[in-house]
């Protein structure tokens, strides 16, 4: 009974395996041919509806800079 169950468990195992594999594939290949482009906001264009490239600003901030080693330091007073 243990044999059996193992081989049936074995090939349910490679059947999804490879249901899954297909249906990725297909996703995939829908998604690279027949799914539109990311629309853009329309902050990125000027008044006749060209991208502007050069006037948008984008702005990162360093996640370390507003930590403050006094801040911890608190309860020593």
Do not use: C
């Not at 996703?27 to 264009?45: A, C, G, S, V």
């Not at 006037?55 to 360093?62: G, L, M, R």
């Amino acid at each position: 009974m243990l044999a059996v169950s193992l081989v049936f468990g074995s090939f349910l195992v490679i059947l999804y395996l490879i249901i899954g594999l297909v249906i990725g594939w297909v996703t995939r290949e829908y998604m690279m041919n027949y799914q539109d482009k990311p629309k853009l906001h329309p902050e990125f264009f000027d008044g006749n509806g060209n991208v502007i490239a050069d006037e948008v600003v984008a702005v990162s901030f360093n996640p370390d800079y507003f930590l403050d080693d006094d801040m911890d330091d608190d309860d020593d007073e």
